[in-house]
């Protein structure tokens, strides 16, 4: 580390040959004042280098402390930081596997690590109003992700917009039991306009936006089971046509009698 007071000390006292210069690094600029000091008195006969020197050194005690570092000290500083943030990481990935260790240790699992296609995949048909593929989609993405509350709440608004209300509330039962409690956007999502007019949709508010007080008028689990059916079959189908056992219209064909069920 560079001292201001030392910098300004030495422009003081020898900066006519330039010493304060090579202290601060700046080597050719203490060449030049040297060599300026040897002009000035053979040439001019003026002390043109002491004069700068001086000015020098008024430059330096005048100016900040945090000026001198961020021009002089910068690699210092640079480099202590870079070892403290190395020194934080290390610390970091050390507590890392530590929590590892310990939720290996107690068999607590988590799904936060896990690669989930799906979701993008689900989340585009979504978009695009393409609902039924949007379901499949989500179907696998919560295979891979049973505990996501944001993936229910999502299958939950396709259902609504489906009109099928006692799915739209199983799954909205799912994402606030594992965590989801986003109300505000529960109430004013326009894709659960359908569900929020629903009486049982009040129940389910009154409740603590939980189920098992709320009499459906349907089985949602029965229904679900019937769903995993069909998608079991649908993915059957598209694996057959990625194998080329089916061709595309053949896939069509049987996809639609599917779906016709």
Do not use: C, W
């Amino acid at each position: 580390m560079k001292s201001k007071k030392l910098a300004a000390l030495m422009a003081l006292v020898m900066g006519s040959f330039g010493v304060h210069k090579f202290y601060l690094g700046e080597g050719q600029a203490g060449f030049f004042y040297i060599v300026l000091n040897i002009i000035g008195f053979n040439i001019f006969g003026l002390p043109i280098a002491i004069m700068l020197a001086v000015f020098d050194a008024i430059k330096l005690f005048t100016m900040s402390d945090s000026d001198f570092d961020h021009k002089y000290n910068s690699k210092y500083l640079n480099k202590n930081r870079r070892q403290s943030t190395s020194r934080g990481t290390v610390s970091n990935n050390r507590n890392t596997r530590d929590r590892d260790h310990n939720r290996n240790r107690y068999n607590t699992p988590t799904n936060k690590n896990i690669k989930n296609p799906f979701k993008t995949s689900a989340k585009k048909k979504y978009e695009d109003y393409d609902l039924e593929a949007a379901i499949e989609e989500y179907n696998k993405a919560i295979g891979i992700s049973p505990n996501d509350p944001q993936l229910h709440f999502e299958v939950a608004s396709v259902y609504s917009l489906l009109e099928n209300k006692s799915k739209s509330l199983f799954h909205l039962d799912q994402a606030f039991g594992l965590g989801y409690d986003k109300v505000e956007t529960l109430q004013t999502t326009d894709d659960l306009a359908f569900l929020r007019i629903q009486h049982e949709y009040e129940a389910f508010v009154e409740n603590g936006y939980r189920l098992d007080k709320v009499s459906l008028p349907n089985n949602p689990n029965k229904e679900i089971d019937k769903e995993d059916k069909l998608l079991a079959q649908l993915n059957k189908l598209q694996e057959l046509r990625t194998k080329g056992l089916l061709s595309d219209n053949e896939y069509i064909y049987e996809k639609e009698k599917l779906m016709r069920r």
